[in-house]
């Protein structure tokens, strides 16, 4: 009697150990085919996924399937919900933390934008993610008129940006946003009526920087950034920022 219920646990396990495997399988093959699908056949695509992630909830690879999907087809609400079901999963990794962030940005949920992006800029000290929240969230302040504050920030990443090996490609990049969030308010019609001669030198300033960046001169980039950030936070501010299109990230 006791050999034969030891023989019955044992199929038993096999049994459940061939429907997992199954299981596990069916839901890798439902995510490449709805992953394949994402811009050509977006029906399908989600019905694949949806399919994926009922099977298989906590796939990290499955929700960023469906983030995508969800941003190819311009639902937000849709991706912010997933996103936050992957972050209350995951809570350590900075991926969802930085895409909520970037999302709601976009959406001009500027208060829930900058919590995300703070936590995943302080999630790691070396992944893209982290690094590229950080500068988006000094991006952000500067947008939302904290000038001051988001220049620190963007000072906080450029130091940040030091750790990444020189022939990383995403350094390049990374300094370029970094370029560019300081610089999108330079039209601030405040610093042209105040200090009108002032332009010019933020203009070379610029375009030195710029130079530095096609050279991947990294050193002379970052100490031109800095003198260009200590200048600007100098220089009077009148009037409200002028609009900055969100999708300019």
Do not use: W
């Amino acid at each position: 009697m006791k050999r034969t219920g030891a023989v019955i646990v044992i199929i038993l396990m096999i049994l459940l150990s061939a429907v997992l495997i199954f299981h596990k399988n069916a839901a890798r093959l439902l995510y490449s085919a709805g992953k394949k699908n994402i811009k050509t056949s977006p029906a399908v695509s989600e019905c694949c996924l949806d399919a994926a992630h009922y099977m298989d909830r906590g796939n990290q690879e499955i929700m960023c399937a469906l983030a995508d999907l969800y941003l190819e087809t311009n639902r937000p609400e849709k991706q912010a919900g997933i996103l936050e079901q992957y972050a209350s999963l995951y809570p350590r990794d900075p991926y969802p933390h930085h895409a909520l962030g970037i999302l709601y940005y976009r959406m001009k949920k500027f208060g829930p934008a900058e919590k995300e992006l703070g936590i995943a800029s302080g999630l790691s000290d070396t992944s893209s993610e982290s690094l590229e929240a950080n500068i988006v969230l000094g991006r952000l302040l500067i947008v939302s008129g904290r000038y001051g504050e988001g220049l620190d920030t963007l000072e906080k990443a450029m130091s940040r940006l030091k750790n990444l090996n020189k022939e990383n490609p995403q350094k390049e990049v990374l300094f370029g946003m970094v370029l560019s969030a300081i610089t999108i308010n330079r039209n601030d019609p405040g610093i042209k009526e105040d200090r009108p001669g002032n332009i010019d030198q933020v203009s070379e300033s610029i375009n030195r920087a710029r130079g530095y960046l096609e050279k991947k001169d990294y050193g002379s980039l970052e100490a031109e950034l800095k003198k260009l950030m200590a200048r600007l936070k100098k220089e009077p501010r009148s009037g409200d920022l002028p609009e900055i299109n969100p999708r300019e990230i």
